[in-house]
């Protein structure tokens, strides 16, 4: 695992370095993806590595003090990332990546332990293509979806190539024993119903990074500095509810908590929705 995370580092690292020598758009975008790729492994190994070290039972409390660490980002990002595009030049934001994914690489190799390594299964290559390219294919149909600049014909063709993946994918699924997603997970109810509220949730709440900052600057004028400033009491929010994490989660049940979220989330989102801005 932790050969798994340097090398996910690494993947966005030279991503970074290649996004800040981008001379067009179309380069800008093909090291964007090839950092989404580095930061997309980083996501899922992290995980297991907690588990892994830490132990179920302590998982919690490792995930509310390590999270404490990591808010800092949506603090710190937005306002240097901001700093940065306004008074220096925007290759700044990611030329700044490259000394923080040499440390990152550093600290792994210097303090993480090394851990046996599980036996691998095969890996599903044919269900991680069906499920990358319908997956983008939904992505580009709801991006294109309201655009009178793409024709139909390319939003269906679209819409098509995501629904031929699904039916493959889900055909594939049914007849090997280990697919990249199993369908056997939705069996669960608990599983079912959170990913569902999660999605629903997140619909929402994962929008505000990229919402907030177009508004302030396109609707507002505000410049990219001062539309990075607004993310602070958000970071500043985040680490304070991680100090409570593990009293709330040892000490009230899984429905009063997801309630509590639920409404606070919303009636936050109503207060600014309401709220006037000049």
């Known amino acids: 695992f932790p050969s798994h995370d340097m090398r996910s580092i690494a993947i966005f690292t030279l991503g970074s370095l290649g996004c800040s020598f981008s001379l067009s758009v179309w380069m800008l975008v093909l090291f964007r993806t090839i950092q989404g790729i580095g930061g997309a492994f980083l ?39 901001g700093f940065f595009a306004t008074y220096l030049s925007w290759r700044f934001i990611f030329l700044i990546n490259i000394p923080i994914g040499i440390m990152g ?31 983008a294919s939904l992505l580009y149909f709801f991006d294109v979806l309201i655009s009178p600049d793409v024709s139909v014909h390319l939003k269906w063709a679209a819409a098509m190539v995501f629904s031929i993946c699904a039916l493959t994918y889900l055909w594939h699924a049914c007849r ?52 990075g ?35 606070g989330s919303s009636l936050t989102m109503m207060v600014l929705a309401e709220s006037t801005l000049h």
């Open 43 to 81: 996501m899922p190994t992290s995980r297991i590595l907690i588990i892994r070290v830490f132990g179920r039972h302590n998982v919690t409390e490792a995930m509310a003090k390590i999270t404490m660490i990591s808010v800092t980002a949506p603090a710190i990002g937005p306002v240097l990332g």
């Open 105 to 135: 690489i550093w600290f792994i190799t210097a303090y993480f332990p090394q851990l046996e390594r599980e036996k691998p299964r095969s890996f599903d290559f044919f269900g991680f293509l069906c499920m990358g390219i319908g997956l």
């Open 176 to 227: 090997i024993e280990h697919p990249i997603i199993s369908g056997a997970l939705w069996h669960i109810q608990r599983f079912r119903v959170m990913s569902i509220a999660s999605l629903v949730m997140r619909l929402s709440l994962s929008s505000m990074p990229f919402l907030m900052p177009l508004f302030l600057q396109t609707s507002l004028g505000w410049s990219a500095f001062q539309a």
């Open 229 to 263: 400033m607004m993310f602070i009491p958000v970071a500043l929010g985040s680490m304070l509810s991680k100090q409570c994490v593990v009293f709330i989660v040892e000490h009230f049940s899984e429905k009063p908590r997801l309630i509590l979220n639920g409404l």
